[in-house]
């Protein structure tokens, strides 16, 4: 059992590691905007699948970790990403209810949540426009969620994940 636990610890480590580095990932200036917020989804998966091993803890660390990576103020992303933890933490068993495609609605809701947030942080910490384009991202995570979950779904049986 305890092979099975580390292991599962490291997967889901792994996992949320690769998902920072696919945040940061450089991308044309143009592109940027249709990034989907990896993080934000990896952190959603984990806490609706095993909600006794992951939460706003994870969320607060992998936000210092962008904020060092991005050099954002610190505490930016990680205000943010542990509200995304908290609030998915809130809502992880009625999304198990839910079909797929209701739980990429609420994982669009989450993500917008998150995007607001950190909007509303940027304009406070300085001078920044503010238009609808900061919710594509959550858009296109939440189209991507009925793919994503079966995937990350897939693999956590394979690997035998608790």
């Given at each position: 059992m305890a092979v099975t636990t580390t292991?599962?610890?490291?997967?889901?480590?792994?996992?949320?590691?690769?998902?920072?580095?696919?945040?940061?990932?450089?991308?044309?200036?143009?592109w940027l905007v249709w990034r989907p917020d990896w993080l934000g989804l990896m952190l959603i998966y984990w806490c609706v699948s095993t909600p006794q091993r992951v939460?706003?803890?994870?969320?607060?660390?992998?936000?210092?970790?962008?904020?060092?990576?991005?050099?954002?103020?610190?505490?930016?992303?990680?205000?943010?990403?542990?509200l995304l933890a908290y609030l998915s933490l809130l809502v992880y068993q009625r999304m198990r209810a839910y079909a797929l495609?209701?739980?990429a609605v609420l994982v669009f809701v989450l993500l917008g949540i998150a995007q607001l947030t950190e909007q509303w942080l940027r304009t406070i910490f300085g001078p920044f426009s503010i238009n609808l384009?900061?919710?594509?991202?959550?858009?296109?995570?939440?189209?991507l969620w009925p793919w994503f979950f079966t995937l990350l779904q897939a693999v956590r049986r394979r690997l035998n994940i608790a």
């Open positions: 292991r599962g610890l490291a997967m889901i480590w792994l996992s949320l590691l690769l998902a920072l580095c696919l945040q940061v990932m450089p991308l044309p200036d143009a939460g706003v803890f994870h969320g607060f660390v992998l936000g210092l970790l962008l904020d060092l990576i991005e050099g954002s103020p610190l505490g930016q992303n990680a205000l943010m990403l542990s495609v209701q739980q384009a900061f919710l594509l991202p959550a858009l296109i995570g939440g189209i």
